[in-house]
């Protein structure tokens, strides 16, 4: 229909991705959502998580 579909564009990069290695992991996020805990590392634990727990709308 054209619209821009965000879920989509993740799905098309995960199959990609995983034609050229094979990853066990992936980390997606939207571009305006930074992790701003440095306790918050990128990593691939057992369970799902939310990196940007906060956001600090405008403030910066």
């Known amino acids: 229909n054209g619209q821009f579909n965000r879920a989509m564009l993740m799905n098309v990069g995960y199959v990609e991705a995983l034609k050229e290695r094979d990853f066990d992991c992936f980390i997606f996020h939207d ?3 930074l992790p701003e805990d440095d306790r ?3 990593t691939c ?3 799902p998580r ?3 727990v906060a956001v600090d709308k405008f403030k910066y």
Request: charged fraction near 15%.
């Open 50 to 52: 939310h990196m940007s």
């Open 45 to 47: 634990p057992e369970q």
């Open 31 to 33: 571009v305006d959502l």
């Open 40 to 42: 918050n590392l990128y």
